[in-house]
């Protein structure tokens, strides 16, 4: 008699299976796309208006602001901002691109300062330290949906007129100390690209604030600066949300609550998983630092000692998606080398750009997926203890 396993364990994991979280919604996405194509209003359509309210409540903002990608978002900011030629801001080199190329567009100067190595996120001393008289903004960056430590930013920044831009793209609906993502810096910025936690149908992105008079001038650079029509009042650009992204973004914002419970009980599962394994040594773990609710858009662990990639490699042949976000930080890009004279050695940077890797963490993930992915990783480190012994 053969006997089988209580438990098979699949065969492969994906880094993000957006049609797993997709699938029980897709009829009522089905009929939010028809109702928009036989409206016809397929620009200014009433469920832009209705998507923003919801996400100023998510947010817990005043006004809330579609446009057409998270990076847009970063740019208006700076627009409406005033924020141009002789300008600093200040942004973290560990980060996605758009945080810094948003700055170098408008004419300003970006200034890389380090991280914290528990967060990877902006670290407060090395904010201080880049600050210079030309200073005009910070953009904390929540990488991994994990709050930055905003009220040490705005201690700092506030007193010195300098503006705070929160790039919560990866972040939406994560809270420190009660506080949402995008309600604390003059601006914050989301992205509804595919893999962010509440993603669309292709491109999407919106600002917040609470500021009236700000809101207004975020609308007026988004539309080409014309108010009132073929009035141009400011040079702005033509950055719109869709009406059909709205109104599948619309039914997806329902399940996000649920969405984000999910991931932080997956990124629980793998703690557990981690410390059974005795693995909790070899791998550094995320954590979410106290204060924080994190929304775990990426769950991100570190490997030192340069095996990183080997086992990246290692889980490739065993059909187990990761990524490396973000293998070269961006002080070290060919494209920013003219401000490399400039910036000051970013030590905590350099080394998680080369020890990061992250693992499947998106709501529908299975725990028997997250059992193959830890114990993957585990036999990586037995077959390298039984090498070195
Ligand atoms: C995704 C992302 C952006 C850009 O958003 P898009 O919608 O892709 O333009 C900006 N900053 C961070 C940190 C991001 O993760």
């Not at 809101?215 to 033509?238: D, T």
């Not at 599962?269 to 981690?274: C, E, I, M, V």
Request: aromatic share 6%.
């Amino acid at each position: 008699m053969t006997t089988i396993p209580l438990t098979t364990l699949p065969r492969s994991v994906p880094l993000l299976d957006v049609n797993r979280d997709n699938g029980p919604l897709r009829d009522e996405m089905l009929a939010a796309a028809a109702r928009v194509i036989d409206t016809g209003r397929f620009l200014h359509g009433p469920e832009v208006k209705e998507f923003e309210v919801a996400v100023a409540a998510v947010c817990g903002v005043r006004h809330a602001i579609g446009c057409a990608s998270g990076s847009d978002a970063l740019l208006l900011a700076l627009l409406a901002l005033d924020i141009g030629p002789g300008d600093e801001v200040v942004v973290p080199s560990f980060t996605f691109f758009a945080t810094a190329s948003a700055v170098t567009r408008v004419g300003a100067r970006p200034v890389f300062a380090d991280i914290e190595p528990a967060t990877f996120n902006l670290a407060p001393a090395a904010l201080e330290r880049a600050m210079t008289a030309r200073t005009k903004a910070v953009i904390p960056v929540h990488l991994f949906g994990q709050c930055a430590a905003t009220e040490e930013i705005v201690d700092i920044a506030r007193p010195r007129g300098i503006h705070i831009i929160e790039d919560a793209a990866q972040a939406i609906g994560a809270k420190r100390n009660g506080r949402a993502a995008g309600s604390v810096g003059t601006i914050g910025c989301l992205s509804f690209y595919p893999s962010k936690n509440l993603g669309g149908c292709g491109d999407g992105g919106m600002l917040t604030t609470n500021d009236d008079r700000l809101a207004e001038r975020l609308r007026l650079f988004a539309a080409h600066g014309m108010s009132p029509r073929y009035y141009h009042r400011v040079i702005g650009i033509n950055s719109r949300l869709d009406t059909l992204q709205a109104a599948l973004l619309l039914v997806k914002h329902q399940a996000l609550a649920s969405w984000t419970a999910q991931r932080q009980a997956n990124a629980t599962r793998y703690h557990a998983l981690f410390r059974q394994t005795g693995l909790d040594g070899a791998v550094g773990l995320p954590q979410a630092m106290p204060g924080n609710d994190h929304v775990w858009n990426q769950f991100t662990i570190r490997v030192a000692h340069g095996r990183r990639d080997a086992l990246r490699e290692h889980l490739t042949r065993r059909n187990i998606g990761s990524e490396i976000y973000y293998p070269l930080p961006l002080h070290l890009q060919d494209c920013f080398r003219e401000l490399r004279d400039r910036t000051a050695a970013l030590p905590e940077t350099e080394r998680a750009a080369a020890e990061v890797m992250s693992l499947p963490i998106f709501p529908g993930l299975r725990a028997d997926e997250q059992q193959l992915v830890v114990a993957a990783i585990a036999d990586f480190f037995a077959a390298q203890q039984s090498r070195a012994a």
